[in-house]
């Protein structure tokens, strides 16, 4: 699959890479939800570098870099008078990610496949070394200069085609599982932690202060109490007028996905950030401006705009539509008797209440 994707011509609406994944019975109707980059906001640290005559002579600017200062005998100032005189130019890849989902239609939010695929496109962006403002001495010195003043728009030509490749391919429930178990072994870890914990004010007073020894549970008591926040979120979706609708998560979401392993100790953390869908833009909400009907209704508004109840819950979770503080406004004004909200929707957010979580 990964081999075909990178032959797959890539087209203004991605149809033939869509019709290459729906070949796969598990991706049959799969289709195309969001897309992030493609504005300058992600690219190849690695530059080409190209001749005068628009010829590649060298796939990374920093390999060339140290193979051009072992040819001069390690002179960093000779190479680079050398260099600049020969009128290179530097390339900048820029990336977009392409965010594909298949729904399996279940009653589980999170049973969704997940595909990213990677756009690269290529252009030539720079002329290669700027004038240094001191002496150049060593590599670092070089790589500090080699980008210099950006070539004009109409010589910024695509080097190269662009290409696509794949970047990630996930069953989200398993990832998801996966995820709570690794959460279940931290948490086996932590109850197992003992803390010396002594008085600070006897320290203070010059005393040897007395020692006495506490569990995690004692330490931070309740700390175990929510579920680990990669489910809660998709509960909160099932639980809420959200997911009551019909609305499925994975039209309106996706994730960038983290999976890490610290060498220190070995234990394995499986990450989530959720990314909206919705492409146009939406008015952050203030938490304290205006009256309760007043803030109420402007989040209502990004409910109505992304035609999703209770949608501007999951906003607060994440990003800076929607802050904590209007979540906590809502509740008090529900339980108080100004706001009526679905029963369902009062018991999520009366659980976020009072186990906070976020992304």
């Not at 070539?151 to 085609?161: C, H, I, P």
């Not at 406004?329 to 186990?355: N, T």
Request: glycine share 6%.
């Amino acid at each position: 699959m990964a081999y075909q994707i990178e032959s797959c011509p890539p087209d203004a609406k991605h149809a033939a890479l869509l019709s290459l994944l729906r070949r796969d019975e598990a991706l049959s109707t799969a289709k195309l939800v969001t897309k992030r980059g493609g504005d300058g906001s992600y690219f190849l640290t690695r530059r080409k570098v190209v001749g005068r005559d628009g010829s590649i002579v060298h796939a990374d600017h920093k390999a060339w870099l140290r193979e051009q200062l072992a040819a001069d005998d390690g002179d960093a100032a000779v190479t680079y008078s050398r260099l600049r005189a020969g009128e290179f130019l530097l390339t900048r890849c820029d990336i977009t990610l392409l965010y594909i989902v298949q729904d399996r239609g279940s009653d589980s939010p999170a049973d969704f496949v997940q595909v990213v695929v990677r756009l690269e496109e290529e252009r030539v962006e720079r002329a290669a070394f700027a004038v240094p403002w001191g002496p150049i001495h060593t590599l670092s010195d070089l790589e500090e200069f080699v980008e210099g003043a950006p070539v004009e728009e109409s010589k910024r030509k695509l080097v190269g085609d662009p290409i696509y490749s794949l970047d990630s391919m996930v069953n989200v429930e398993s990832f998801v599982s996966l995820a709570e178990e690794c959460d279940a072994r931290l948490r086996d870890w932590l109850r197992q932690r003992r803390y010396e914990v002594s008085d600070s004010f006897t320290r203070q007073q010059g005393e040897s202060p007395p020692k006495a020894v506490r569990t995690h549970d004692q330490m931070f008591p309740g700390w175990d109490k929510a579920a680990p926040k990669q489910r809660r979120l998709f509960e909160d979706w099932k639980n809420s007028s959200a997911g009551r609708s019909g609305a499925r998560f994975c039209e309106h979401w996706v994730l960038s996905l983290s999976d890490w392993t610290d060498p220190n100790n070995g234990r394995r953390h499986l990450s989530l950030v959720p990314i909206w869908t919705f492409s146009q833009r939406l008015a952050e909400v203030d938490g304290n401006k205006g009256d309760c009907y007043a803030h109420f209704g402007r989040l209502q508004t990004i409910d109505r705009r992304v035609k999703v109840p209770f949608a501007w819950y999951f906003y607060m979770l994440h990003d800076n539509r929607v802050h904590d503080r209007s979540g906590r406004r809502v509740l008090a004004d529900a339980e108080s008797g100004l706001l009526v909200l679905p029963e369902h929707d009062y018991r999520v957010l009366k659980s976020w209440s009072e186990e906070p979580y976020g992304f």
